[in-house]
């Protein structure tokens, strides 16, 4: 690491020390947040058992803390900065914070509702395929579990063939992006740079590593050392720790009374 980076990486680690805040309310014998009868999540629960939103949402915050934590023990604890693999962990962080904001963030209970369902018919399916390649026994048809779906969207006058369209992860990253400060192209953009990195994309390595050109290579063949950028590495983070304290913010907003029970 350069001197010109170390005021980056204390940076991120500061940013990363929320991670004990967050897993302290993951733990079982810690501070757990309930959801109150009377609030607008324990009504969209109750709208779209067996498939509670505040169950989805609680875990894809579970996996968003769970890759940040890793992220900063290899940092801190292990004292080494990889080049790539750092990005993976960001990735898992960013998009599982973007999907509890996707779940959480519109303020109209029909769009709740139908993400939540949504993301069900997805899981369906993903699962599925799974089973299909595994030649593993299927409990109940996915058709039939489908069709769950589509009887709970119809009980509360939501749009059937909607409420199990598909979900893509940009629809995701840039709808979440719309409820933080950060908009849809920066939150689209942090995604991208992440993925393309654990998919060992070489735009993406030109984009945030820094390299230095080595002599003695032949002609039109450029030889080249390859080190973690730090400061790109901290806006990476900040962004994903952002996402994460965004969707916890809506799950304390949304589980709070008070509300009408409904």
């Not at 109940?140 to 893509?168: H, M, Q, Y």
């Not at 952002?242 to 304390?252: P, R, V």
Request: hydrophobic content about 45%; proline content about 4%.
């Amino acid at each position: 690491m350069e001197e010109h980076e170390r005021p980056f990486f204390d940076g991120m680690l500061g940013i990363l020390d929320e991670v004990d805040t967050w897993r302290l309310r993951l733990d079982p014998e810690g501070p757990r947040r309930t959801v109150c009868a009377s609030s607008a999540l324990a009504g969209d629960d109750r709208r779209v058992s067996p498939h509670q939103t505040s169950h989805a949402a609680w875990i894809a915050l579970s996996h968003a803390v769970d890759h940040l934590h890793a992220h900063r023990t290899v940092l801190r604890d292990a004292a080494m900065i990889h080049m790539y693999a750092h990005y993976s962990l960001l990735r898992g962080a960013f998009e599982n914070a973007s999907t509890a904001v996707w779940l959480l963030g519109p303020s109209g209970r029909r769009e709740r509702l139908t993400r939540r369902l949504r993301y069900a018919a997805a899981d369906i399916r993903n699962g599925e395929r799974v089973r299909e390649m595994m030649a593993a026994p299927a409990r109940r048809p996915a058709a039939d579990r489908l069709d769950d779906l589509r009887a709970i969207a119809s009980r509360w006058g939501l749009d059937e063939n909607l409420a199990t369209k598909g979900v893509s992860t940009t629809e995701v990253v840039r709808a979440a992006g719309e409820h933080d400060v950060i908009g849809q192209t920066v939150a689209q953009l942090v995604w991208n740079l992440c993925s393309g990195t654990a998919h060992g994309d070489f735009w993406s390595m030109v984009a945030l590593s820094d390299r230095v050109e080595l002599p003695g290579a032949p002609a039109g063949i450029a030889h080249v050392r390859i080190s973690a950028n730090v400061e790109r590495m901290f806006f990476l983070t900040f962004f994903s720790a952002a996402m994460i304290s965004k969707g916890w913010a809506l799950y304390d907003q949304r589980s709070a009374s008070p509300y009408e029970a409904s």
